[in-house]
């Protein structure tokens, strides 16, 4: 059984039985958090960037349980400055795990250390394939993304302001065909208030993908 697990903002745990991956864990300060960073366990811990609101505590999680950070190259240099265990990657690349494969994907978002680059993540685990986009603009080449790899869950930001708001979410979506959409980066602060249940019903509507709401604390199978 696969379990995804959304603890609020842009982070969320994808685990089974074997390997529990964290993604984006901004757990402290974050006011919609469903988790304390000191409760997580997990083995590999995946950021899309370096803003406070991603990079979290990804650092301090690292170090207590030992877990590898997986990110771009200059935000894996800056976790392993920090004496974590880090695995650099860059955009276009994929590398194998002992649960599939990463392929880090591109993100139009800043990424919070000089020189860096935001990034999405395609993850294989054990066979189902998970995109968390990252904070990311709409770009068309996630149509490319939806023929790469045959999606299973989307994990789309719709906050705006910052990020695709749900309009562009909802194009998305339909680039990238996935068999499900969650949406996420929504309602931690007023800046980003949106109506996921507003963006459910167009998604469904007009694109006919379903969209699961994940309330912070919730969780969902993947089937
Ligand atoms: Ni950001
Ligand atoms: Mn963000």
Excluded at 37 to 58: K, M, R, T
């Amino acid at each position: 059984m696969t379990e995804l697990k959304f603890l609020g903002h842009a982070c969320f745990l994808l685990k089974n039985d074997k390997v529990t991956l964290l993604f984006d864990p901004f757990l402290t300060d974050n006011p919609i958090s469903a988790a304390s960073a000191g409760e997580i366990d997990c083995q590999y811990i995946l950021v899309s960037h370096a803003h406070a609101d991603h990079l979290g505590d990804a650092v301090a999680i690292a170090k207590r349980t030992g877990a590898t950070i997986v990110s771009t190259a200059e935000v894996a240099r800056l976790c392993a400055e920090q004496n974590v265990k880090a695995h650099a990657m860059h955009l276009g690349g994929k590398h194998g795990f002992e649960f599939g494969f990463v392929r880090i994907t591109p993100a139009f978002h800043g990424s919070g250390v000089p020189g860096g680059h935001a990034c999405g993540f395609i993850v294989n685990f054990f066979g189902k394939i998970i995109y968390h986009a990252g904070d990311t603009a709409i770009f068309g080449d996630m149509a490319l993304l939806g023929r790469l790899e045959s999606i299973d869950a989307a994990l789309l930001p719709i906050g705006d302001n910052f990020t695709m708001g749900p309009q562009d979410a909802a194009e998305a979506a339909h680039m990238l065909q996935p068999k499900l959409v969650i949406p996420m980066h929504y309602n931690t602060w007023p800046l980003i208030a949106q109506s996921p249940e507003a963006f459910q019903e167009d998604v469904q509507t007009r694109f006919k993908i379903p969209v699961k709401i994940l309330h912070p604390g919730e969780a969902t199978e993947l089937k």
